[in-house]
C-alpha cells in the first residue's frame, strides 16, 4: 500500500502561481512512476503530467504543456507540481498518483494509489 497527502492548493487570480506537494508513506516511493490528475465539476478525471521514478522522463497534458513542471524528490517522498501563468480552466481538484511501475503513464487505468486530493480555483 501507498499513502497519498496532497497539498498547497488554495484560490489564485489568473496569471499567479501554485505549487502543490504530494506527500507519499508506506512502500518505497522510488519503486514507482507517479503523476497528477485533475477533475472539474461535471467533468471526467483528466492527466495533467507524469514523471518516471528516477525523474528522467517527464510527460505533460498539451493544455499545461510549457506552464506547469512536475518534480519528484526520492530522498523525502515527495512529489511536486509547479503551476505558473495559471487560468480560470485550471480550477479542478488535483490528485497526485501512484503507477504500477516506474514509468510515466498517461492513462487513468495505469495508477494504482491515489490521493485525496486538494483544490485549485483560478479566479478570472
Known amino acids: 500500500q501507498v499513502q497519498l497527502v496532497e497539498s498547497g492548493g488554495g484560490l489564485v487570480q489568473a496569471g499567479g502561481s501554485l505549487r502543490l506537494s504530494c506527500a507519499a508513506s508506506?512502500?518505497?516511493?522510488?519503486?514507482?512512476?507517479m503523476g497528477w490528475f485533475r477533475q472539474a465539476p461535471g467533468k471526467e478525471r483528466e492527466f495533467v503530467a507524469s514523471?518516471?521514478?528516477?525523474?528522467?522522463?517527464?510527460r505533460y497534458a498539451d493544455s499545461v504543456k510549457g506552464r506547469f513542471t512536475i518534480s519528484r524528490d526520492n530522498a523525502n517522498n515527495t512529489l511536486y507540481l509547479q503551476m505558473n501563468s495559471l487560468k480560470p480552466e485550471d480550477t479542478a481538484v488535483y490528485h497526485c498518483?501512484?503507477?504500477?511501475?516506474?514509468?510515466?503513464?498517461?492513462?487513468?487505468?495505469?495508477?494504482?494509489?491515489w490521493g485525496q486530493g486538494t483544490q485549485v480555483t483560478v479566479s478570472s
Open positions: 498518483a501512484a503507477a504500477s511501475n516506474l514509468n510515466a503513464y498517461t492513462r487513468f487505468s495505469d495508477y494504482h494509489y
Open positions: 514523471i518516471t521514478w528516477n525523474g528522467a522522463i517527464t
Open positions: 508506506g512502500r518505497i516511493f522510488s519503486n514507482y512512476g
